[in-house]
């Protein structure tokens, strides 16, 4: 059996972009490790949500416990940076945020636990951190740096398929079940990346059910009427049962079909 280490910015951003394949490798025996960059300090929830004198951090770092719970994963860590807010928000430069660490001592404290983990699989996410988030975008710096350090070869960045994507929403406007000005640009190139860019696809349908209970821990940022939880069955099978990743050195096209196998 092998070891996952599932590398992520924020609390809920584990179960959207890699819960199938948490799930798959648990329920494979694979050990799973999941390091968060942040607590999630900038996420916005209505006004009496929380707690009295509770903060936001302390709600999101209990989801990502539960949803962890679902996932089959065994060690939750926090690396201990604040969340940086979108890109261009004077929440980037404040001290402390993920964007303005040294991406050299943050992947020192990624790989201290890679060694420890002696980590197998590593996930990060794209170049271009899926959406332009300042946080996903060290994601990928820190995670990249700390395999290195830590001699894991086995990287996998997590990313979005455009191409699958647009095909689904262009399917969905034909059904007559999204609007057809809800289309995004075409010529936009800054979400996800190209099917021909992408590496491998995991068929994750198996734990679809645990992805989605898990997305439902998450309710300080995730609420029922949300995109993720609202998707009938089938759209969500659509949306979410084929996770997708980038390794580098392979390719062109999809040659793996499952992380946690081969070499």
């Given at each position: 059996?092998?070891?996952?280490?599932?590398?992520?910015?924020?609390?809920?951003?584990?179960?959207?972009?890699?819960?199938?394949?948490?799930?798959?490798?648990?329920?494979?025996?694979?050990?799973?490790?999941?390091?968060v960059a942040t607590r999630g300090e900038v996420g916005e929830v209505p006004e009496g949500f929380l707690d009295?004198?509770?903060?936001?951090?302390?709600?999101?770092?209990?989801?990502?416990?539960?949803?962890?719970?679902?996932?089959?994963?065994?060690?939750?860590?926090?690396?201990?940076?604040?969340?940086?807010?979108?890109?261009?928000?004077?929440?980037?430069?404040?001290?402390?945020?993920?964007?303005?660490?040294?991406?050299?001592?943050?992947?020192?404290?990624?790989?201290?636990?890679?060694?420890?983990?002696?980590?197998?699989?590593?996930?990060?996410?794209?170049?271009?951190?899926?959406?332009?988030?300042?946080d996903h975008i060290q994601v990928h710096r820190v995670g990249t740096r700390a395999a290195e350090l830590a001699?894991?070869?086995?990287?996998?960045?997590?990313?979005?398929?455009?191409?699958?994507?647009?095909?689904?929403?262009?399917?969905?406007?034909?059904?007559?079940?999204?609007?057809?000005?809800?289309?995004?640009?075409?010529?936009?190139?800054?979400?996800?990346?190209?099917?021909?860019?992408?590496?491998?696809?995991?068929?994750?349908?198996?734990?679809?059910?645990?992805?989605?209970?898990?997305?439902?821990?998450?309710?300080?940022?995730?609420?029922?009427?949300?995109?993720?939880?609202?998707?009938?069955?089938?759209?969500?099978?659509?949306?979410?049962?084929?996770?997708?990743?980038?390794?580098?050195?392979?390719?062109?096209?999809?040659?793996?079909?499952?992380?946690?196998?081969?070499?």
């Amino acid at each position: 059996m092998a070891t996952l280490v599932t590398f992520h910015a924020h609390p809920d951003d584990e179960c959207i972009s890699t819960g199938g394949v948490m799930r798959k490798a648990a329920d494979e025996g694979h050990r799973v490790v999941l390091v968060v960059a942040t607590r999630g300090e900038v996420g916005e929830v209505p006004e009496g949500f929380l707690d009295e004198g509770e903060q936001l951090w302390e709600r999101r770092v209990r989801e990502t416990h539960a949803a962890a719970e679902v996932l089959g994963v065994k060690r939750v860590e926090f690396l201990g940076y604040r969340d940086s807010g979108m890109m261009g928000e004077p929440t980037n430069d404040a001290p402390g945020t993920f964007w303005t660490a040294s991406v050299e001592e943050a992947a020192g404290r990624l790989a201290t636990i890679l060694r420890k983990e002696s980590a197998d699989v590593l996930t990060v996410y794209d170049d271009y951190g899926g959406y332009g988030h300042p946080d996903h975008i060290q994601v990928h710096r820190v995670g990249t740096r700390a395999a290195e350090l830590a001699g894991v070869t086995r990287v996998y960045q997590a990313t979005m398929n455009r191409d699958h994507m647009i095909r689904g929403m262009k399917q969905a406007v034909e059904a007559g079940e999204l609007p057809a000005e809800a289309l995004p640009d075409l010529d936009d190139a800054r979400m996800g990346k190209s099917e021909a860019e992408i590496t491998a696809a995991v068929d994750v349908t198996p734990g679809l059910t645990a992805k989605r209970a898990a997305m439902r821990a998450h309710a300080s940022q995730i609420s029922e009427d949300s995109f993720f939880l609202a998707l009938p069955d089938e759209q969500f099978r659509l949306a979410f049962g084929t996770e997708w990743f980038i390794r580098e050195g392979h390719g062109p096209g999809i040659t793996e079909t499952d992380i946690m196998a081969g070499s």
